[in-house]
C-alpha cells in the first residue's frame, strides 16, 4: 500500500541515525534504541531485514554493535525502503489484480496510477541518506 509503515520509517531512522556516527566506530543497538526511542524487540527485526541487504556491518563483543557497511551517499532511501515493506503501490489494483472487478485493459486511469508509482520510485531512488542529513530534501 502507498502508506509506509512504522517498519519502514524505523528503518529509515536507524539508517540515519548510523549515518550520523562515526562509521569506524559500532553503536549497540541499546544505543540506537535510547538515541531513537524505538524498542530493541522492534529494532532487532528491522535490523536482520536490513542485515538481510548487507546494509550494516555488525561486531560482537564488549566493543560491538553495528554501523553502515557503505558510505551514508551510497544508500538511496528506496532501497532502504524496499527492503523493509517491498514495492511501494499507490494503489491496489496495481498489485494486486484481483482487486479490481474491471478488465485492467479497459480501465483509463490505470496509466495514471501506474505514473504516480513511477514518480514515488524516481523520487525515493534520488535521494540518498546523506541529502536526508544535508537537509536537500
Not at 8 to 16: E, N, V
Not at 43 to 69: C, D, H, V
Not at 130 to 136: A, I, R, S, T
Request: aromatic fraction near 8%.
Amino acid at each position: 500500500s502507498m502508506k509506509i509503515s512504522t517498519k519502514g520509517r524505523y528503518a529509515l531512522r536507524m539508517m540515519l541515525d548510523l549515518a550520523q556516527q562515526d562509521q569506524s566506530v559500532y553503536s549497540p543497538l541499546k544505543d540506537i534504541c535510547e538515541r531513537q526511542h524505538v524498542s530493541m524487540k522492534y529494532l532487532e527485526q528491522i535490523t536482520s531485514m536490513l542485515n538481510r541487504e548487507n546494509f550494516l556491518k555488525s561486531a560482537r563483543g564488549p566493543k560491538g554493535g553495528y554501523t553502515l557497511s557503505r558510505k551514508p551517499s551510497e544508500y538511496t532511501i528506496a532501497e532502504i525502503i524496499k527492503a523493509t515493506e517491498g514495492e511501494i503501490y499507490p494503489v491496489d489494483c496495481l498489485c494486486d489484480k484481483d482487486f479490481c472487478n474491471k478488465n485492467l485493459t479497459e480501465c483509463i486511469s490505470q496509466k495514471f496510477w501506474i505514473g504516480l508509482k513511477n514518480n514515488i520510485d524516481d523520487y525515493l531512488s534520488r535521494i540518498t541518506l546523506q541529502d536526508v542529513l544535508d537537509g536537500k530534501v
